[in-house]
């Protein structure tokens, strides 16, 4: 009987290390084909194969869950996304903060979300924000977009806008979502009532290609699908509303979205005016975010943008930053 009882032992035990041997084979598989994909995929971005590889800053994910509800909609889970946050500095320590990360990690995962998580700590939270922006990422895998919630603190409005040119000077694309949580909500159902998307136009080549896209991505998430794109763009007389209805037009039929378009004539109302009677029962409003260099004090300028959008609906502020044909990414073949 003992005999029977040691000659048991050894095979389990023998098939305990032939499974954690086996285990370790599969791993280095892994790596080896991560590593193999590195290298093949550097290089020049064909835009068609373009997808959004998020940073999110989301502070804790509890506090702020819109923003991850937000970048899980637009990764389709076949982008990638980093929860990101900083930590004040001083208050933990390596293996605590390692710690932290993996009881982020398993929350993400027990909600559905497939994500990485990264925490840094630093003297205060722009800091932190700057580190990441600058360092994080491996060769090709860096994020190509960086995702905010707007600051409401009048008082860290300047450093704020310091971040965004700062993403913009590292060729991040920026998404500021402008809403509150109890606002903004990526249900895990079919909403009651189709959604409206409201584009505000100003070109596909500045940051018209993104916003584009960015609708794109969320009409085709579950919460939002089949929510209704509507292409919006001013012009001062109705000499110049039909050729712009035409051209407008042109332009939805020759991408893949299925968007309408709206031509609204201003009739020398301030854009703000217009912009508020004509989103005002928008789901969500997309609108262009001018670049550091195009204007003349960008904090001046966040400030005044933050002013106009104060009483509307969800929205979003976008920065294409990426040299990169956004076009070419919704072309119909």
């Given at each position: 009987v003992a005999a029977v009882i040691v000659l048991g032992i050894y095979l389990w035990l023998e098939r305990r290390e032939i499974e954690s041997a086996w285990g370790d084979v599969r791993q280095g598989i892994w790596m080896s084909l991560v590593r193999t994909g590195l290298f093949r995929i550097q290089g020049p971005l064909d835009s068609r194969n373009w997808r959004p590889h998020l940073m999110v800053f989301s502070g804790a994910p509890t506090k702020r869950w819109h923003l991850i509800d937000l970048a899980n909609a637009l990764t389709h889970q076949r982008g990638l996304f980093t929860v990101a946050s900083v930590l004040p500095e001083g208050s933990r320590n390596v293996a605590r903060q390692e710690m932290m990360e993996s009881t982020v990690q398993d929350y993400l995962e027990r909600q559905g979300i497939q994500a990485f998580v990264r925490l840094v700590t630093a003297p205060d939270p722009f800091t932190g924000m700057k580190q990441l922006i600058e360092a994080y990422g491996i060769g090709p895998l860096m994020p190509n977009t960086v995702l905010l919630g707007d600051t409401e603190n009048p008082e860290e409005r300047d450093r704020f806008s310091q971040i965004v040119a700062q993403c913009h000077q590292a060729k991040r694309n920026v998404i500021i979502l402008r809403s509150s949580p109890e606002q903004f909500t990526l249900v895990r159902r079919r909403p009651s009532r189709l959604r409206r998307i409201d584009v505000w136009w100003g070109g596909l080549q500045s940051n018209g290609g993104l916003m584009l896209i960015l609708a794109y991505l969320l009409r085709t998430s579950w919460g939002w699908r089949g929510a209704e794109i509507c292409?919006?763009?001013?012009?001062?007389?109705?000499?110049?509303?039909?050729?712009?209805?035409?051209?407008?037009?042109?332009?939805?039929?020759?991408?893949?979205?299925?968007?309408?378009?709206q031509v609204i004539v201003a009739y020398d109302r301030p854009f703000d005016e217009i912009l508020k009677i004509s989103s005002q029962t928008a789901d969500l409003i997309l609108l262009g975010l001018a670049t550091p260099d195009q204007v003349e004090n960008f904090g001046d300028y966040y400030t005044?943008?933050?002013?106009?959008?104060?009483?509307?609906?969800?929205?979003?502020?976008?920065?294409?930053?990426?040299?990169?044909?956004?076009?070419?990414?919704?072309?119909?073949?």
């Open positions: 292409l919006k763009l001013v012009v001062p007389t109705d000499a110049a509303a039909e050729s712009a209805e035409a051209n407008l037009r042109q332009l939805a039929d020759s991408l893949r979205i299925g968007a309408v378009t005044k943008l933050h002013t106009r959008i104060t009483d509307l609906p969800n929205s979003l502020l976008v920065m294409a930053s990426e040299e990169l044909a956004f076009s070419a990414v919704l072309q119909k073949e």
